[in-house]
Structures are given as structure tokens and as C-alpha cells.
């Protein structure tokens, strides 16, 4: 499989060539079509699996690639849905020792996914846009 990208600039993964046209599928939707070889060009810069995987949204994207395990992904979900949330709280209310709930805050910060605030004059993390775009289009809400 590799990518093309036609006249628009629409990226594609080629699926079948044949002499006139090629079958092709678009990463977004999933969809396949044939589009005519003359309006495709070879895409040799971007690998085929990076190309399905653009079909994702971005912010999705970087959730799926920042979380280790459902914990983790719990804990953002709690981020969104709760608001800001202080540090003792979240050391309260979930099964994390410090070290581990501290561990993937550092995680997601790097990865612009929570950032650090204040809760009622403490330490507090919330969830950034990105992470609740990509929250709603998990849950298919978006």
C-alpha cells in the first residue's frame, strides 16, 4: 500500500491500480473510490500507516498516543468531566499512589493534554481544549 494524493491535495492510501484508474481510500472516512491515475501523484514523503492514521482527528490522536492503559485514560475523562480538579483530591479519590498519579500528569502536561492550575488555593491540574475535543470524539459526541 502506499500514499497518493490527487490534484487537490487530498492524501489517499492507493489500494488497486489498474491502466486508467486506482482504486483509493481515504483515511478520514474509510471510504474507497476510483479516481483517475492522471489526477494522482505518489506521496513517496508520507508512510502508508502514518497516512491512516491521519484519518483521525489530531487531538484524538494524541490522546491514543500519551495513554498507557485505561487508568490513564479514566483519569483525563475525570479531568473533563470534573473541571479542574486539585492534586489531594485526585490522591483521594482514585487508586493512584502519588508517584503514579504524579507520573502521568508530567506525561499528559508534555503532551498539552492537562495543564497545571489552582484549586481553592491548591495545586490542581485541568484538561486542555485538545483533551476535551478529543474526549468528545471518542465518545462520538462531536
Sequence with gaps: MRSVRDDEGNRYLLVKRSAESSLVRDPATGTERYLPNADLHADAETEPLRTAAEGI????????????????LGLLVELVDRGPVAARTLLDAYDLCESDLHGLLAEFRAAGLV????????????????TREAVRTLRGTE
Aim: no cysteine; hydrophobic share 30%.
Design 57 to 72: 482527528p489530531t487531538p484524538a490522536r494524541r490522546v491514543l498516543t500519551a495513554v498507557p492503559n485505561d487508568r490513564a
Design 115 to 130: 495543564a497545571g492550575t489552582q484549586v481553592a488555593g491548591e495545586r490542581g491540574y485541568e484538561a486542555t481544549e485538545t
